[in-house]
């Protein structure tokens, strides 16, 4: 019989609520007697399939909502309350930090809060010039894509570095031309949306970032763990059922910027 694998929800509550126009920050005013974040949290401490809630507050709000939110309301599974950030992007990171750092995790989240992953850049005298850099904190692996001295915006050839955890390093050349997105493994995708980047098509957010995004989330899915950079998928597949899967939960800007990332690829 298998394990259930433990689900943590991130509850991101630092937002300021400036577009409210009021003094009170949306997520505290009161709505039938209680505050707005008391809706989704009871949601998440109802629910059968969640196990804990990291909940990421505004700056200098985390004893208010431990106290005034949390205990006031018993939200037992609350299992860390944790500050976010500038961007929300940066609150992310911070509810991901608190859910790395608890210690009664499953074992795939102890693997990942000890797991390192350095970022590469061009190599000196190399006459590379680095488009992007990533890393796979779970797996341990990093990746860097790169235009070579000789690269012809005509002819787009991207050089594709991929390190493993133990340092050993594989490298790629990928001919933009050439790639399926229907049909290509995660090398040929990150060179195929850097081109998408660097020729003017779409920003980084659009391009490379959505690609980067779209394998997490297949990586979460995966049982197995992290798909490996050689294996081939339908991209557009998976796209499709990520924009389809923000329609369905009332994600409109999500869906419209899969869309416009799924355009991108079957052109």
């Not at 779970?138 to 001295?149: C, M």
Request: glycine content about 8%; aromatic content about 10%.
């Amino acid at each position: 019989m298998n394990e259930r694998i433990r689900c943590t929800a991130i509850v991101l509550a630092a937002g300021q609520g400036k577009r409210m126009g009021t003094s009170v920050q949306k997520q505290y005013i009161e709505l039938n007697g209680e505050p707005l974040i008391c809706y989704p949290l009871r949601v998440f401490q109802q629910s059968a399939l969640i196990d804990e809630i990291i909940l990421v507050a505004g700056s200098g709000q985390v004893s208010y909502v431990r106290d005034e939110i949390v205990r006031k309301y018993d939200f037992s599974k609350v299992s860390a309350v944790t500050e976010g950030g500038k961007e929300r992007y940066d609150s992310v990171r911070q509810g991901l930090k608190a859910m790395m750092q608890g210690r009664n995790f499953a074992e795939q989240a102890a693997d990942a809060a000890q797991a390192t992953a350095t970022l590469h850049g061009a190599e000196e005298g190399s006459g590379d010039i680095t488009v992007f850099s990533g890393a796979e904190v779970v797996s341990g692996s990093s990746y860097s894509v790169y235009k070579t001295q000789d690269f012809d915006p005509e002819s787009p050839v991207y050089k594709v570095k991929i390190w493993d955890k133990s340092g050993n390093v594989t490298e790629r050349m990928v001919d933009v031309s050439k790639v399926d997105p229907k049909n290509c493994d995660t090398v040929e995708m990150y060179a195929y949306t850097a081109n998408l980047k660097e020729s003017g098509k779409g920003s980084f957010e659009d391009t490379v970032l959505k690609a980067v995004v779209a394998k997490s989330v297949k990586d979460a899915e995966s049982r197995s763990g992290t798909w490996s950079f050689s294996e081939k998928f339908d991209w557009t597949k998976i796209v499709n059922d990520l924009m389809e899967s923000s329609y369905h939960y009332g994600d409109l800007k999500g869906y419209m910027e899969w869309k416009k990332f799924l355009g991108f690829l079957e052109k």
